[in-house]
């Protein structure tokens, strides 16, 4: 089986500083993981994917994240928050077994102030 | 080039009553896959179409059915509705033979159960 825990359902930043939003997996197969962005009223908009070539991913609108085997973990960070990253952020885990299928946090909501 | 389109966008029916969502995937994709978000929750996949045939499904009961045309266009249909049932439906297209969860997922359908 395969579960994500996305550790804090709210994270509020000044615009500029650093965003971090943390996401661990669980998973019996080598998995594959993902950051999803959602903003209101939208589906979702795939940010990044670890797919075992790199361990450091990077995404668009300057996100990158990093895959810790050891640590089980595939945090997101963006340097420099904008107010336009204001949204919900999910983590997804799937397995490279063929067939598709994420299993998604519980999401992480990202608040930036001016 | 369109990419996956739902309809309706919004929609609202009462308890008992049954439901029918579209999805149009995204050009030149063959398999659709149906997933469930309630309301501050991440999504949750409910399953999966390819070549006409459901391929997996997730923990959901046998009121949630679809079917999957010819062109690739999918439908899913609740029977009996509940007010649980009232969610965000998210429609994600993909092409089986490509590698790395190409997922291009749709605006979602809102259902509201009253």
């Known amino acids: 089986a395969q579960s994500v825990t996305q550790l804090g359902s709210h994270v509020s930043v000044s615009e500029g500083a650093l965003v971090l939003l943390r996401c661990n997996y669980s998973s019996s197969v080598p998995p594959y993981l993902f950051w999803y962005v959602q903003y209101p009223n939208q589906g979702l908009q795939l940010l990044l994917k670890y797919t075992s070539a790199a361990t450091l991913v990077k995404g668009i609108n300057g996100f990158e994240a990093e895959f810790k085997k050891s640590e089980t973990s595939f945090h997101l960070t963006k340097p420099s928050a904008h107010m336009s990253d204001a949204a919900e952020y999910f983590c997804a885990v799937g397995g490279n077994t063929g067939f598709q299928k994420l299993v998604f946090g519980t999401g992480t909501r990202l608040l930036v102030s001016p | 080039d369109a990419g996956v389109t739902q309809s309706p966008t919004h929609l609202i029916k009462t308890r008992g009553q049954q439901v029918t969502l579209r999805c149009s995937p995204k050009?030149?994709?063959?398999?659709v896959s149906w997933y469930q978000q309630a309301l501050g929750q991440g999504p949750q996949f409910i399953f999966q179409?390819?070549?006409?045939?459901?391929?997996q499904r997730g923990n959901f009961p046998d009121r949630f059915s679809g079917h999957q045309f010819p062109n690739y266009s999918s439908e899913l249909n609740v029977n009996a509705l509940l007010l649980g049932d009232s969610a965000l439906y998210l429609c994600?297209?993909?092409?089986?033979?490509?590698?790395?969860?190409?997922?291009?997922f749709g605006s979602g359908t809102r259902l509201t159960v009253v």
């Open positions: 994600a297209s993909s092409l089986e033979r490509r590698e790395n969860y190409g997922y291009t």
């Open positions: 179409y390819y070549e006409e045939e459901e391929r």
């Open positions: 050009s030149g994709h063959d398999t």
